[in-house]
């Protein structure tokens, strides 16, 4: 569970991180009261649970409470890579002398919590990890003995936080950690952590994700999750049974098995795609759940290019055919199909295609031969 950015704060400023002082606001009056309660210049925040809100011009400055509320009225309803902006955060505008970045995540790799402090924050943290790989100082922890100050210590001295910060910055890193481990979370994330022109270290940004598995051991959430925006496509999957999850690219993807699914995410990017999206049709799949997948999947307007990837075990080949069948005749959908079917019945299931399917849908007989011809099309669609 992605939570908002102000939700994120306040979460973090209940636990001793210093934060601007700010409020939400879903309309622009609302948003010109709040400027009038904090006073002075305020920055509104578009809340989305996505990043990149700055280059999309979801964050502006405001001088006075008629112009929060005249950036309020151009931010609220905005599209940001396929979020809507529903909510704005009034917050005062910090005097800023430097920014860093501190994030604490988990290393599957590694199989323990990692905690990564850089002194050059405010930017995209995977553009400095890749143009200023030194810049970006990361620690394993071991999780039996948790973090230690010399830990903190020792990050900030290796990414040359400054002399007046340092106390700040350590004292924040061990509240971060504790967070992170105390709300079962998957991501804590300051970005930017700033030092102030009077010397103070605030969290101006927050990314907080929550273990949805770990959701039922903490009630304290269930407010925060109960008004968060749900996409539309995971709201239709929750109520239809099915595995689904939203992404950001043009090509839809339906699999059967978790396995196949991402190996097929994986063979889409190594052919120059970008996924939009993909459901799991499971085991066993019959017409019927097939047809429930692809109304699912073709509801995203931003799937240009189907993908079908299926391996036949109990899942028969023929049973997929007759959905699709039946899925195109319900849905009238135009866009181009890309079908690869393997394993049992699929012999039946390529001459259902053949002999039934309109021009729109075409078969491909291997995976990677698949994935390219989806690729290939999505761009000639775009």
Partial sequence: MDLLEYQGKRLLAGRGIEIPRGEVADTPEAARAAAEAIGGRVVVKAQVQIGGRG???????????????????????????????????????????????????????????????????????????????????????????????????????????DAEAIKGVVRILGTLYDAFVSLDAMLVEINPLVL?????????????????????????????????????????????????????????????????????????????????????????????????????????????????????GITRCDEVAEGLLTALDRLGATLPIVVRLDGTNEEEGRAIIAERAPDNVVVEATMLSAARRAVELAKEVA
Avoid: C
């Fill in 55 to 161: 280059k999309a011009g979801g964050i502006k400055l405001a001088e006075s409470p008629d112009e929060a509320a005249e950036r309020a009225s151009e931010i609220l309803g905005m599209d940001i890579r396929g979020h809507t902006v529903r909510s704005v955060w009034i917050e005062e505008a910090s005097a800023i002398k430097r920014e860093y970045y501190a994030s604490v995540t988990f290393d599957r790799a590694a199989r323990r919590p990692l905690v990564m402090l850089s002194a050059v924050g405010g930017m995209d943290i995977e553009e400095v990890a890749a143009t200023q790989p030194g810049a970006l100082v990361r620690r394993h922890i071991d999780p039996l003995i948790g973090f230690q100050p010399h830990d903190a210590r020792w990050l900030a001295y290796h990414a040359g936080i």
């Fill in 196 to 312: 102030t022109e009077d010397g103070r270290v605030v969290a101006l940004d927050a990314k907080v994700t929550i273990d949805n598995n770990a959701i039922g051991r903490h009630p304290e959430l269930q407010e925060i999750g109960d008004i968060l925006p749900e996409d539309p496509q995971e709201r239709m999957a929750r109520e239809r049974g099915v595995t689904y999850v939203k992404l950001d690219g043009d090509v839809g993807i339906l699999g059967n098995g978790a396995g196949l699914v991402m190996s097929t995410l994986d063979v889409v990017a190594l052919a120059g795609g970008r996924p939009a999206n993909f459901l799991d049709a499971g085991g066993g799949s019959k017409a019927d759940e097939v047809v429930t997948a692809l109304e699912v999947l073709l509801s995203d307007e931003k799937v240009k290019v189907l993908l079908i990837n299926i391996f036949g």
